[in-house]
């Protein structure tokens, strides 16, 4: 695809029926996992489909690409979906893989004993991986259902993997919201300790007040409703995915994905793996609560969503049936 | 603003514009005056075509979405500057942005200067260094500036710092080059006039190599600029880049456009300076080179 | 005298200078160069003859007054013309022969061709040997006559030159001067020919003009009644010449006394 | 390789190096070799210095999470290239950044070169321009290589754009430069000559600017493969771009170290084909200025 | 004879030429200087002058033999050489005033010192209205004279001059010559004058030297028995300097004829 285009009326019709591209908003992160698994697995292929995975480490550009039809599906967060509805785009979650933000919210071990929970957070630095990212939606959450606004901490973009680490070492943030294996490696060499852990259910329902859904494929509606065939095999091979993790070991998980993955270190990549994989469901399926709390969380401080929760139509932001029949 | 260096007589057309030039001094003057403005016109003109047929196409053709349109552009404009942005005033990001590139400059172009200059002149040492420069020059910025967070931490100093790297080798390869090209018989003259090596330099190295210092520092500011915000992308509390990522991370692709014209002016103002110290500096040059007097 | 074919008519060519008011350069000059006529000019050195010369070349416009070349008013460089200048000007990258052959391929010919034509004026100009070489490995006056010969392999109607032997050994200067004559005669090309040798004006020219400090005006005319065809050395030894060279040698002195009198006083 | 550029004889020191020189010419060719190898002797030494002490350093002192060791790099590229990536074969990857990073620098180069001699002789189209141009090489190359994503897709297109953005401001600001520094004789001559417009572009400008044109050259190749890596960095399944962003997820600094070290290779490669062009191109040149013949 | 102060035993020069054998420039010159004396170096163009004084001068290294000045091999550029280079080279960048104040500058002196000192021979050189002028403002031949001031004013004890008067006016140029002679008379520099103008060559040194033509050597010296202090315009009418120029000219002829047959049979 070259040259300028207009995307609106096109989004949905490219890419022939087993040819799909997959844009995977940071492949190596634990998080998004299953979509790399899956290809090491071989069920795209068992399923006859000819599936490209690309990445891209940080957010919103796997959306553009989604919408202006160079990828036809995303691996990222759900929460992406609603936002983009209020920009008029219609974009739906077709395997909801994670009811739990996988997020963890990290201390400096300098700071644990002065920060001790979000109430802590004012005049504090507050690292996300990026502005508009959901670690930066999630930090203000947690901060404002303590009362406190944007202005009595700082929020510091710092990236993820070893620009965080650095960060946190060296004073930049105080706190900071991220994932496995920045996780791990922080835990493991006591540069931090976990404040929040949101890669339970029950640490989730603790910080955030209910459940919120993350790491999803989700396509163009448009697509979906043209190539039903199609997400249905998606479906089918992630969801077998999901079900292969949960009856195999973190170890087994790890030996599955490419060797590059571990080039950290081994130790530190299954920690991360046995660490994240909890917060994988086994069938790909969107619990309805846990969206409107999505939607809840949003809206209390997207600029995009706020004060349009009501208009915003969560029905057409997922559909459960793939994963339903795939299961 | 800012034409003056990319703007010079045609010496070739000298004759060609015989007959305009034909009045005398007095007249020119005023002839000056007038091409000025017949070179504002068109880049007036040009602007406003553009802006309307931006506002046109977003509008009725293509996807507002990703192209954004002038007016939204605008009222985000508009926004900034008075309500503040998400990271508090419009000021402070500019602030922020520009005390990094300004400094980034500063030190990426001393260094590139002298550095050029001493390795232009020095063979064998640029022959060894050769290798080592160019690997450096190669090595991608986003990449370095995730290193320089690393080394130098979240603070102004890493933005800095890859201010300073892209702005240093586009100054490093002129100053050198220039000095280089420096004619040899000016060099001997001055040392048959008893230089020594410095007042070789400094005489006579240094002038030569003037014209293409600055040819490279015409650019410069503009890449000190894109280091910071470059190094803001990798991390920061404050600053253009982070607005400008900020947009991204939210689909407000007016905002990212907004953001990019602040940046842009903020450059234009800088080559304005840059020229106005030019011309200064090469006021010995014939008119036709430095587009002055002559129409 | 035939219609002119070069014509300043109160030529005057002022330059902006840095601060203060304009430099006059050339003052309400006005002379007259016909077809077939061989026009010296000397002056006091920095009285303006080279921005005579550009005047007439089309590469700087007067200020003032009129500059005709056929009648017609210069406005671009005049077809025909060749102009040798004061200064070094030939192309660093390219090797002698392909330096002489560039007006001829600017003007069309084939490469072959005006290599071919080139290498002739290359030989004429005694720097056969050196056909490959490039200017930096010249001798000053070695460069001269490279540019010599680009000038004249072009056979311009209009020649224009600039101390064209200032930089060459009395002996190669007179086999120049008269293979220019030579080369000349007959073509009924018009030259102007700046020097400040009073016996090369002399041996050369049909008339040679003085001019006058500067601002440059035509101090005087002198006609040179010696007979065609000459040869430079042996028309030294007229009585004629000798008597032409003391009214223009006495004219010129003047000027050249009130040249630096005014040097020294604008400071 | 590739010292040739950044390499010169010292014109000033011409006289110092007197005694060396008084030799005859057959001489020369041996004094230059031996010269040759003392800088290759120094090179190594330096190299063998810097990795040494990386590696000790790395192993008593800095912590090689973030700063990587020696050892660790090249076993790192001993396995990429027996075993391959996580995206495939090295030289895959190797092949696709190549392969944007020349279509950019083709097109950038000759985009460069031509806007840049036309603009240098062409005034009022420049001084209209010029405000233009300035402005959009303030615009930040990785915000620059998003919005090419959304306007030329993920493909290699955008890759070959973003790169194609660095080189051609890299060329075109010294192109530009350069032919504004023609010589006005030499000009003049030229059209005295017979030479139209074109000719004189041809023949007077063009030669005039190679000195300056191969100045950025040699930095824009490096330029070319940063693009290309930026762009990759914002999208992208195959390419050094990915691998080393590959390696900043997943905590793997050798790996970083390692990709960079492939670009750099790249670069250098080319940088010495540049050289040698550039050598064959100004052969005309006095020997002081092109090193070549004198020591 | 003192000792010489500048003296040349078989210095040969040869120039790396591209793709074919070396170019041998100078041959196996021997030559002497003694201080406070007057040498003229006459000889065809491109035979080899420029390229002795630039041995002398130190920036060029001899192929072979040797160079001394004051009895030490020159290798680096000898303590108080100056030296006039054939083309221009004065700085674009300097006003008239502020290039000649250049040595003075360079040699320590405050800058008022050196524009004070530089001041005095702008005015020498006739140029006092043009001090604050940049050299592309300036003629020709003023240019020459900003370079000759330059040149003068660290008042060298060992000068080298190559064809300082060429782009001289007749006038102008006898001017400066004696404005040189007076300056040099007593102060017991050395000097080695390049010229084409065989009549300045004679009127002006103590000994011409006339070389062969390339690879130039020395191919006679010819004293000149003139009395001093001379006024370089009557001395021309003596008998013995018409002597003189009858001599030197007719062993000049030879080997620029010479020089025309070898530059053309190379090629
Ligand atoms: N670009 C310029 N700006 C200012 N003054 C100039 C410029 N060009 C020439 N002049 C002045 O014009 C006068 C005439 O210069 P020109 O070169 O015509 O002299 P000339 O007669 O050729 O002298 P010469 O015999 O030394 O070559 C000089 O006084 C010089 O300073
Ligand atoms: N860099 C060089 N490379 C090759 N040959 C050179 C170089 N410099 C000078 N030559 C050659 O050396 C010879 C002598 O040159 P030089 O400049 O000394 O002559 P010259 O006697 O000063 O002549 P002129 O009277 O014309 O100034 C010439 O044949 C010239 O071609
Ligand atoms: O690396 N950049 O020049 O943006
Ligand atoms: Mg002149
Ligand atoms: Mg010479």
């Known amino acids: 695809a070259t040259g ?104 400096a071990s300098d700071k644990a004993g002065q920060i001790r929970s979000p109430k802590d957070f004012k005049g504090r630095k507050l690292g996300v991986t990026s502005p508009g990212s ?85 396509m163009d509606c448009a697509y979906v409703k043209a190539h039903p065939q199609t997400v249905q095999k998606l479906a089918n091979a992630m969801v077998r ?77 997922y559909t459960t049936q793939f994963v339903d029949k795939a299961s | 603003m800012s034409g003056e260096h990319l703007s010079t007589v045609d010496n070739g057309a000298v004759a ?43 509008t009725y053709w293509i996807d507002p979405f990703y192209y954004s349109k002038p007016t939204a552009i605008w009222s985000r404009l508009v926004g900034w500057f008075s309500h503040g942005t998400a990271f508090g005033s419009i000021w402070t990001q500019i602030a922020v942005t520009l005390e990094e590139a300004v400094f980034g400059f500063a030190i990426g172009a001393v260094a590139g200067v002298v550095l050029g200059i001493v390795l232009g002149r020095a063979r064998f040492l640029a022959e060894v260094a050769a290798p080592f420069i160019k690997a450096a020059n190669a090595v991608p910025r986003i990449v370095l500036a995730s290193l320089f967070i690393i080394w130098f931490g979240l603070g102004m100093s890493s933005k800095v710092a890859t201010a300073m790297v892209l702005v240093f080798f586009a100054v490093f390869f002129n100053a050198f080059q220039g000095a280089r090209e420096v004619d040899r018989n000016l060099v001997d003259n001055a040392r048959i006039l008893g230089a020594s090596r410095i007042s070789v330099l400094r005489t006579i190295v240094v002038p030569s190599a003037t014209s293409w210092i600055f040819a490279s520092l015409h650019s410069a500011f503009g890449f000190a600029l894109i280091g910071a915000v470059v190094g803001e992308f990798t991390g920061a509390d404050k600053g253009l880049g982070l607005l400008i990522n ?38 010995w040059r014939p008119p036709a080179a430095s587009a002055d007097v002559q129409t | 005298m035939n219609d002119p074919v070069i014509e300043l008519r109160g030529a005057t060519k002022r330059f902006p200078s840095g601060s203060g008011p304009a430099h006059t350069a050339v003052r309400e000059l006005t002379m007259q160069v016909a077809a077939g006529e061989f026009v010296a000019v000397v002056g006091p050195t920095g009285c303006g003859k080279s921005t005579t010369l550009s005047l ?128 000349w005669a007959g073509t009924g090309a018009a030259v102007v020919f700046v020097t400040h040798d009073l016996e090369e004006a002399i041996a050369l020219a049909d008339r040679v003009v003085v001019m006058t400090a500067s601002p440059a005006t035509v101090k005087g005319v002198f006609a040179v009644p010696l007979s065609r065809p000459r040869n430079v050395e042996e028309v030294r030894l007229t009585a004629e010449f000798l008597e032409i060279y003391r009214e223009v040698w006495e004219s010129l002195r003047v000027e050249v006394a009130r040249a630096r009198e005014e040097a020294s006083r604008v400071g």
Not at chain 1, 152 to 166: E, L, M, S
Not at chain 2, 249 to 277: K, N, P, R
């Open chain 1, 4 to 107: 300028c285009r207009d995307s609106r009326d096109k989004a949905g019709a490219a890419g022939a029926d087993n040819h799909v591209s997959i844009m995977v908003g940071g492949i190596d992160k634990v998080i998004y996992l299953p979509a790399k698994l899956t290809d090491q697995l071989g069920y795209f292929k068992q399923e006859g489909l000819d599936v490209k995975l690309l990445t891209e480490p940080a957010g919103a550009q796997a959306e553009n690409v989604l919408i202006s039809g160079d990828v036809q599906g995303v691996v990222g967060f759900y929460d992406h979906t609603i936002d983009l509805q209020t920009k008029h785009k219609c974009v739906e979650s077709v395997v909801q893989m994670a009811d739990v933000p996988g997020e963890v919210e990290m201390v």
């Open chain 1, 134 to 218: 959901s670690t930066d939606f999630l930090t203000q959450y947690l901060a404002s259902k303590q009362g406190l606004t944007a202005a009595d901490y700082t929020t510091v973009k710092a990236g993820a993997g070893q620009t965080f680490i650095a960060a946190m070492e060296n004073g930049g943030i105080d706190a900071g919201m991220t994932t496995d294996p920045t996780v791990a490696q922080l835990v493991s060499t006591g540069k931090g300790k976990v404040l929040l852990d949101m890669r339970t259910e029950q640490g989730t329902r603790a910080a955030l007040g209910g459940l919120y859904p993350s790491s999803s494929l989700y």
């Open chain 1, 241 to 317: 995915t999901l079900k292969w993790i949960h009856a195999h070991s973190a170890e087994q998980i790890a030996a599955k994905m490419p060797a590059d993955y571990a080039n950290g270190g081994k130790q530190l990549y299954v920690q991360s793996v046995k660490s994240t994989i909890g917060m994988f469901n086994s069938d790909g399926r969107m619990d309805a609560g846990a969206a409107r709390n999505s939607l809840k969380v949003l809206g209390s401080f997207s600029p995009n969503v706020k004060g349009k929760q009501d208009t915003v139509d969560l029905s057409k932001t």
């Open chain 2, 16 to 58: 060609m514009a015989a007959e305009q030039r034909s009045a005398g001094v007095p007249d020119l003057v005023a002839r000056r005056r007038r091409r000025r403005g017949a070179v504002w016109a068109v880049r007036l003109a040009a602007v406003v075509v553009w802006l309307v047929g931006w506002q046109l196409t977003a």
């Open chain 2, 246 to 283: 900020n947009a991204q991370g939210t689909f407000d692709s007016a905002g990212i456009y907004a953001g990019m014209i602040v940046v842009t002016v903020l450059a234009l103002v800088a080559e304005w300076l840059i020229s106005t110290a030019e011309k200064r500096l090469l006021r």
């Open chain 3, 56 to 183: 007439v070349s089309g590469l700087e416009p007067a200020s003032e007054g009129e500059v005709l070349v056929r009648g017609e008013r210069v406005r671009s460089i005049p077809r025909g013309v060749g102009y040798m200048f004061q200064n070094d000007a030939i192309l660093p990258w390219r090797s002698v022969l392909d330096n002489v052959a560039a007006g001829p391929r600017y003007r069309g010919a084939s490469k072959a061709a005006a290599r071919a034509k080139a290498a002739t004026w290359v030989e004429r100009v005694g720097l056969a040997g050196f056909a490959k070489y490039y200017p930096h490995q010249l001798s000053g006056g070695m460069r001269k006559r490279v540019a010599l010969a680009q000038t004249l392999v072009n056979e311009p109607e209009i020649m224009l030159m600039d101390e064209p032997f200032s930089a060459l050994d009395v002996q190669t200067r007179a086999l120049m001067q008269d293979e220019l004559l030579r080369l």
